[in-house]
């Protein structure tokens, strides 16, 4: 099969397609044909060396759909040829308050999607929804489910509930204000660039500010309004984070799931106690929760956000655009016809 390998740590032009074996599926797994696949923060991180367990060569890549093409032993065959969209939350246990310690993510240890085939154990196949495109598809499993578990098992979002998503434009962000605002939420939301604060009142957010400005977070809060932010969705980390201890209001949850600027944080514990708040981390989710997450996507009626489409060849090309931050959603490398 045709795959990108990564075989040095490096820019970009690192990746390269080359022939590699096709996977064969042992007991309990399956192998899926994809048709397409989609780039996540995570797969730059492993090519910069940025990443813990970083191991060379690799197929990288979290995301994919396709339909399944072969199965091993114990493995009902009625998965043959389905179109399915693969759970990349590899062997998460069975406690739904944290991964267990034989979780992995799929791309890194384990061969991932930027492929013609890739093994997955078979409890990761779930049934892709009918109305999306392969791309749509494959751009929802990582991002979507960090997105959702953020937002429903730990920062518990209601309706009516209003919601500060910082760094709009990137894939969970993204995925993160089109959720909340299916949940019923007021969604605002902080960019460094007007034109992704334009894209996101497109989609629904109630309002935004560019956090390049020195006073974003009282901008923010005259935002809000006497309603006040009840919840924060944060992967920045660094000085971002600890603005959220003055923006979310006394009771109000702040949920984190990244450290984008790479900088350590700082936080005040006075405003912490004294304003009665909730700090809580969250990593990727369980298969119930990437069920629930799939299902938006179904019945539920949502859209993905696509960026942009590129052919599996130009992996490097797609990389570069994520390295430069000029996307708004999921890049998307399609695969086949």
């Given at each position: ?62 995301d994919?759909?396709?339909e ?42 384990d ?18 929804p ?11 499993p ?10 429903t ?22 995925f ?23 894209r ?13 400005s ?5 901008e ?17 980390g ?13 009771g ?21 106690f ?64």
């Amino acid at each position: 099969m045709k795959a990108i390998l990564l075989r040095e740590l490096g820019d970009p032009e690192k990746l390269q397609l080359e022939d590699v074996p096709d996977p064969t599926p042992g007991p309990d797994e399956a192998v899926v044909r994809l048709r397409a696949a989609a780039l996540n923060h995570r797969d730059a991180w492993i090519r910069h060396g940025l990443y813990a367990g970083v191991r060379l060569p690799v197929i990288l890549g979290s995301d994919g759909a396709g339909e399944v093409a072969s199965v091993g032993e114990h493995v009902d065959r009625a998965w043959l040829g389905k179109p399915v969209v693969i759970n990349p939350s590899l062997d998460w246990g069975s406690d739904e308050r944290a991964q267990g310690p034989l979780y992995r993510i799929l791309g890194l240890p384990d061969s991932g999607t930027y492929a013609e085939l890739v093994k997955v154990p078979a409890a990761n196949l779930f049934d892709k929804p009918p109305p999306l495109s392969w791309e749509q598809a494959a751009a929802i499993p990582l991002a979507g489910l960090t997105a959702y578990r953020a937002l429903t098992t730990r920062a518990h979002l209601r309706p009516g509930d209003t919601v500060l998503i910082t760094g709009i434009g990137g894939g969970v962000s993204t995925f993160a204000l089109t959720i909340a605002k299916h949940i019923g939420a007021r969604v605002f939301v902080t960019s460094g660039s007007d034109a992704k604060l334009a894209r996101a009142r497109e989609l629904g957010a109630d309002g935004g500010v560019n956090y390049t400005s020195p006073d974003w977070t009282t901008e923010i809060v005259a935002m809000a309004g006497s309603d006040g932010i009840d919840v924060a969705i944060d992967s920045a980390g660094g000085a971002t984070f600890a603005k959220l201890l003055e923006v979310v209001e006394p009771g109000g949850r702040i949920v984190t799931f990244g450290a984008t600027t790479g900088s350590p944080s700082t936080v005040e514990v006075r405003r912490i106690f004294w304003k009665q708040l909730s700090l809580v981390g969250s990593t990727m989710g369980s298969p119930r929760e990437f069920g629930a997450m799939v299902a938006l996507y179904g019945q539920g009626g949502l859209r993905p956000v696509v960026d942009q489409v590129f052919p599996l060849a130009h992996a490097s090309d797609a990389h570069r655009r994520m390295d430069q931050a000029e996307q708004f959603g999921k890049i998307v490398l399609k695969i086949a016809d």
